[in-house]
């Protein structure tokens, strides 16, 4: 029973997670399909979800575990979760520490960018401070790098190796989100048109990008391929609904972000305890994942209380 009731919370914690992480990805294809014909439309929200649920968030962290335990080969890499065998079990928990060294730093990583550099609304008071001071975060990432770097050398020089791939994964798809930014702001403001394929095209390689932190995050819950498979999915449905439907209703909610922000940080300190050997325990990162949203959820529909509030009183 407590088997089948912690499977269950890391499936929600999962699919939460993903749902609110790709919220920025849900308002860029909202946008972007604006533009399109109805035809282009329904053909992306079916065979292109399908294609993000399966395709992606399916294969990428099978090529992760795969690349992570190469000698249980690519069909053994995914079989491996359901297999009782002993030695697969021991290859993959010898594998496990430089799979989440990274995935961990690029998580960090990921929330100090957000922290620094990046405009937000302001949920907590310190998030001024650190924005206002922006120019620090380049020197905070080589700190906490040369940090963990150090003390994994001490450890396994492939865990040192798995942290600076991290770090560089991390500065590829920052480059990857920044480049997509700007092509979406020419694509819905330029004069030339672009054909509705080039679109679709676009929004699949866009997709792909903002994916690697869901998929990445996932690795904090839990290294079954399976069960990772079916809470991103079940994220991805929920950000196709939110795509589909009212995307002005979601960005009212202003504080999702910075929600989504602090459990990324929580995920990815998960991670780099894990992988120095302070075995957390598989409901703490879909428990955080829950009181981390719900407290920003609430912030946000507060807010929202109080914007309509004031609205009357003008009325």
Do not use: C
């Not at 903002?210 to 809470?231: E, K, M």
């Amino acid at each position: 029973m407590a088997d089948w009731t912690s499977l269950i919370l890391i499936i929600l914690g999962l699919g939460l997670f993903e749902a609110v992480s790709s919220i920025d990805n849900a308002v860029i294809n909202a946008e972007v399909l604006r533009t399109m014909n109805q035809k282009a439309r329904r053909w992306f929200l079916l065979w292109g979800m399908l294609f993000a649920v399966f395709i992606v968030r399916g294969l990428l962290p099978w090529v992760i575990i795969w690349w992570t335990t190469p000698e249980l080969g690519f069909i053994g890499s995914f079989m491996a979760t359901f297999s009782s065998d002993p030695a697969v079990a021991q290859a993959i928990e010898k594998s496990a520490p430089v799979l989440l060294v990274g995935g961990g730093v690029f998580l960090v990583l990921l929330f100090f960018h957000w922290l620094f550099m990046e405009p937000k609304h302001y949920g907590l008071h310190h998030e001024k401070f650190f924005h206002r001071h922006s120019v620090w975060f380049f020197a905070v990432a080589s700190v906490i790098l040369a940090a963990i770097v150090w003390f994994t050398l001490k450890l396994d020089p492939l865990m040192a190796f798995g942290a600076v791939l991290g770090s560089t994964a991390f500065f590829i798809t920052h480059g990857f989100k920044e480049n997509a930014e700007k092509a979406e702001h020419e694509l819905l403001h330029r004069k030339e048109s672009m054909t509705d394929w080039s679109k679709i095209l676009y929004l699949e390689v866009i997709d792909t990008t903002f994916s690697i932190d869901g998929v990445l995050g996932a690795f904090a819950f839990t290294l079954s391929i399976p069960i990772i498979l079916i809470g991103n999915g079940l994220g991805a449905i929920v950000v196709r609904q939110m795509t589909v439907g009212n995307i002005e209703r979601i960005k009212k909610y202003k504080y999702l972000k910075n929600g989504a922000m602090y459990s990324v940080f929580a995920l990815g300190m998960v991670m780099i305890a894990d992988s120095f050997g302070l075995h957390i325990p598989p409901w703490v990162s879909p428990v955080l994942t829950f009181a981390i949203l719900g407290y920003f959820f609430y912030r946000s529909k507060k807010e929202i209380g109080k914007e309509i509030g004031m609205e009357t009183i003008m009325s």
